[in-house]
T-cell receptor, first 112, second 112 residues
Framework: SQTIHQWPATLVQPVGSPLSLECTVE??????LYWYRQAAGRGLQLLFY??????ISSEVPQNLSASRPQDRQFILSSKKLLLSDSGFYLC???????????FGPGTRLTVL | KQEVTQIPAALSVPEGENLVLNCSFT??????LQWFRQDPGKGLTSLLL?????REQTSGRLNASLDKSSGRSTLYIAASQPGDSATYLC???????????FGPGTRLSVLP
C-alpha cells in the first residue's frame, strides 16, 4: 500500500533562517506531488506541484521554492524565512486510476 | 477563476443529530468534487469523490450530493457521533488535469 511521510512534524525557526521540509512517498511510482500551506482559519493554498523529476510548477510567487530530486521525494525550501511563512504545510500525492489526493501528516512551522 | 465557499464556518450539534454541510462553487463547469476530513493538527483524509456526471455518493453514514447547475454540494452526516468532530473541506477540480481548489472548511463539533 502507499504511504506518505513528512518531516519534521513541528519546527520553530527564527526569521531569516533557512528552511527545508521533506516529503516522501512509498508504494507508488511517478506520482504527482503537491505542497500546500494552511494558515490559521484559512483554506489550503497550493504552493507547488510536480508531475515528474525536476518538473516544478509554482502557484504562488513567494520566498519559497520546491525541488524534486527523486521520483518520490519532494522538498520545500526557503533561504530566509518570513513571519508570514508560519503555518501548517501539507504534502500530497496523486496518481493511478483515481483523481483523489492523499495527504501526509503535515509540518507545523512557527517563525518567530 | 473558480472559488469555493463553505457555510457554516463552524457547527456544534448534540450526538445523534443528522446534519448537513454546504459547499458552493462559482463556476458550474467542474471535473469533480471531493469532500475531505481533517482532524486537528493532521493531514486530510478523503471521504467522498463525486464525478461531474454523478449526482451523489454514499459511504456509510455519509452522503454527498452534487448540483452542478446551481454550483452546490452538500455533505449529509446521519446519526452524528463525537468521533465525527473534525473540519470538513470541500474541493473542486475545475477541469481534467487541473489542481484542486479548496474551500475554507466547516469545523464540526459533535457533543456527547
Amino acid at each position: 500500500s502507499q504511504t506518505i511521510h513528512q518531516w519534521p512534524a513541528t519546527l520553530v525557526q527564527p526569521v531569516g533562517s533557512p528552511l527545508s521540509l521533506e516529503c516522501t512517498v512509498e508504494g507508488t511510482s511517478n506520482p504527482n506531488l503537491y505542497w500546500y500551506r494552511q494558515a490559521a482559519g484559512r483554506g489550503l493554498q497550493l504552493l507547488f506541484y510536480s508531475v515528474g523529476i525536476g518538473q516544478i510548477s509554482s502557484e504562488v510567487p513567494q520566498n519559497l521554492s520546491a525541488s524534486r530530486p527523486q521520483d518520490r521525494q519532494f522538498i520545500l525550501s526557503s533561504k530566509k524565512l518570513l513571519l508570514s511563512d508560519s503555518g501548517f504545510y501539507l504534502c500530497a500525492w496523486s496518481g493511478g486510476t483515481t483523481d483523489t489526493q492523499y495527504f501526509g501528516p503535515g509540518t507545523r512551522l512557527t517563525v518567530l | 477563476k473558480q472559488e469555493v465557499t463553505q457555510i457554516p464556518a463552524a457547527l456544534s450539534v448534540p450526538e445523534g443529530e443528522n446534519l448537513v454541510l454546504n459547499c458552493s462553487f462559482t463556476d458550474s463547469a467542474i471535473y469533480n468534487l471531493q469532500w475531505f476530513r481533517q482532524d486537528p493538527g493532521k493531514g486530510l483524509t478523503s471521504l467522498l469523490l463525486i464525478q461531474s456526471s454523478q449526482r451523489e455518493q454514499t459511504s456509510g453514514r455519509l452522503n454527498a450530493s452534487l448540483d452542478k447547475s446551481s454550483g452546490r454540494s452538500t455533505l449529509y452526516i446521519a446519526a452524528s457521533q463525537p468521533g465525527d468532530s473534525a473540519t470538513y473541506l470541500c474541493a473542486v477540480i475545475p477541469n481534467y488535469g487541473q489542481n484542486f481548489v479548496f474551500g475554507p472548511g466547516t469545523r464540526l463539533s459533535v457533543l456527547p
